[in-house]
């Protein structure tokens, strides 16, 4: 299960795709350890540039990303990860996909409602 | 329409996914300009990191990407495109998706056959 992670400075792209409904639900990146932790636990687990460690997919929230199939494409650079999310939703800004806005003239529009209240998940930091 | 191209040294992942069968065909990156003439031009165009330069997918096999939608995520540094992929794959080696393998017992398994010979359309060089 090789995978080409010198591209992107020791990183994948993985796209996290609904394995019920097709949505895409988020990309994240993973280093080796993320990819490995993911394949060997079974939840989604990613890399986080910002905070520069390992990250669980729903370790404060909840809101797991259950693996139910992993891909990768030709070049093998990417991940394609499709799941059973548990919980309301993906984002942290409480929609259940993170692509909740789509571009209509030239702007982001909201085009869905919230799934859930992010102040109530992630108290005063959402 | 603003999107975040700081947090990867100019670039943002583009997901692409069919609009009709919601199945993720493809990964590539773009830059400001990439974005820019995806929109304008109703094609999918990324930053080829390989040779340095834009690159309109289907410009050598005609396998054109005609954008359905386009959204962005909550952080702003990821596009998905859903489009209507013209011609029979994506892939330059063949296949439908580029996502053709699947892990399998910790092995990446072809699980589909080619949709055409890649030999045809990109000559030697598939």
């Known amino acids: 299960m090789r995978l080409d992670f010198a591209k992107l400075d020791g990183l ?3 796209v996290i795709q609904d394995f019920g409904t097709g949505r895409v639900l988020m990309v994240g ?3 080796e350890e993320a990819f490995r932790q993911t394949v060997e636990t079974g939840f989604a687990t990613f890399y986080s ?3 520069g460690k390992l990250w669980l997919k729903g ?4 809101h797991r990303l259950a693996v139910r199939e992993i891909s990768t494409d030709c070049d093998e650079d990417t991940v ?3 799941v ?3 919980g309301p939703g993906v984002c942290h800004n409480g929609y259940r996909s993170c692509f909740y806005r ?6 982001w529009d909201v085009g869905e409602e919230r799934a859930y209240n992010p102040k109530e998940v992630y108290g005063g930091q959402a």
Do not use: K
Request: glycine share 8%.
């Open 12 to 14: 994948v792209p993985a």
């Open 80 to 82: 394609l990860v499709r």
């Open 49 to 51: 540039r910002s905070r």
């Open 84 to 86: 059973d999310a548990l």
């Open 29 to 31: 990146f993973m280093n």
């Open 102 to 107: 789509t571009l209509r003239d030239g702007r």
């Open 59 to 62: 370790e404060t929230s909840g």
